[in-house]
């Protein structure tokens, strides 16, 4: 086994390390000091322009067995120029997002992935290229009403978001871009935050390869963006709310890779 002593890497690790949580226990958050719990999403937008998502439980999507979806989860990077139908969206959504249940007085929220202390501290931005009779552009998923809310139409931005992943868009239908907004999470866990964010984002993805997977879509896990400009790009400031993954969707051809 390889020792290190490289300041970087032993930075790294102690990040990846729980071994502060009775510090956090014996100290002070914003949360037992009384500060009102952060916004559950991002705000609205007065005059913004929402869609409607068609309801979760009545989309009969996803009817396979798990077990067959899970051998077939792959990450692909070839997309068919099919479109996703608005309905298939809004199962991606649902499956990777869904609200469930708000609890704890308005404070939290139970959705379709864990989060620790269900604190759910994403954002979902879309660059949406074909999806049914959508316009191109880019969109905000709003969890608590299941709703798309438009942030911005044009080709223009799908160009933005491309090069934002290091062109690793691909001809997708859509591309997930999620934010961590890392207060609603700091709130309560503060210094113990960055991995209780980064291991939360990785139950969204999984959502998404499987919930993918079962509608015949294809999906890969995006870290090797740009973050100045995927964060430009979906208009974000980088430091109370930035990129922390991203992942494009598209039909699949059955022999593509
Ligand atoms: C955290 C994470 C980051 C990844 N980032 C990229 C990426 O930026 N570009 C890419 O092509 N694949 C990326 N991948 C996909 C992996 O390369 C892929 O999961 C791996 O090769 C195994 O293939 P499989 O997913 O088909 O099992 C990422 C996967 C994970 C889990």
Known sequence: MANTTDPELLLGRAFLKSDRWNEWRAGDNDQKKGVPAPFLEKPIPVGAVLIDLPAPAALGLGQVALIDVI???RSHRKYSEEPLSLAELSFLL????GLQEVIKGGEATRRTVPSGGARHPFETYLGID???TLVPGLYRYLPLEHKLLLVEAGAEVLARIDAGTNHQKRGAAVVFVWTAVPYRTEWRYGFLSAKLIALDAGHLCQNLYLAA???GAGTCALDAYDQLKIDAAIGVDGTDEFTVYCAPVGKILAAAE
């Open 71 to 73: 051998n077939r989860r």
């Open 94 to 97: 649902w499956t990777t997002q």
């Open 130 to 132: 074909r999806v049914g």
């Open 213 to 215: 997977t079962a509608i």
